[in-house]
């Protein structure tokens, strides 16, 4: 039996049971795996991982390790200096497009209601959502690694917080969206971009009076034709929109979030 030294950095230390966090993990093998099979063995997704040094060289995912191997595995947001450093994966689309689980129903909805594009529906199943993201070059959203351990993801992100609202904040941060809110241009039930439309386009009856007086914020859903305006649900918006920023603010640089488990 052969063996590489794993050693993994920052939140990757999430994914690993708790006696090996922050310590060298030894991993015994045959043959010549690929050292992406090797980090995910080892319980961390692929799409988590944006350097990995072998014997201080940054390598590409499907270098073959060999006996007595050092890797250093380092997530998105560590800071490192490696040159030449070797690109895991095409960069990230931009502007950032989501593609979320099943369970994730509620996330999706907060990110449309800021704008963000989040492809969800709740009948997907996971084989879909792995084909379906890289297609329409979408960051998956989950909080199942298996998903994103899956070949065909290339972007991804694992979820640590279970509340939608902690949920929220915890995304915006890692893909740093707080610049990008956009409220009242996404449709919330369909992921459809708004666009303004006259009274008499709508059915004016079907509005409340103060928005028939001054139609000048309607809007409606180029997908699914249903109807939004600029009410009492906008105001409540705007104060979710100020309440997050300023929680965005507050958490400015702290790493976060609940644990992924062991
Ligand atoms: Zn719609």
Known sequence: ???????FYAELNDFLPRSRRQADVAYPFRGAPAVKDAVEALGVPHTEVEVILVNGVSVPFDHPL????????????ETLEVTPRVRLRPPPPRPVRFALDVHLGRLARQ???FGFDAAYRNDWSDEQ??????QERRIVLT????LLMRRAVTHGYY???????????EVMRRFGLSGSLRPLTRCLVCNGVLVEVAVDQVGAEDLPADVRADPSRLVRCGACRRVY?????????RALVA???GQLHANEGRGGGNEAGE
């Open 111 to 113: 990110l449309r209601l």
């Open 143 to 146: 909080r199942d690694r298996g």
């Open 159 to 169: 979820v640590r917080a279970t509340q939608p609202d902690v949920q929220l904040i």
């Open 229 to 237: 305006w600029d009410g009492s649900h906008v105001r409540r918006l």
């Open 66 to 77: 060999r006996d007595g191997d050092r890797v250093g595995v380092f997530p998105v947001f």
């Open 243 to 245: 309440k997050v920023e």
């Open 1 to 7: 039996m052969q063996q590489a030294r794993f050693r």
């Open 129 to 134: 959502l792995a084909e379906l993201a890289p």
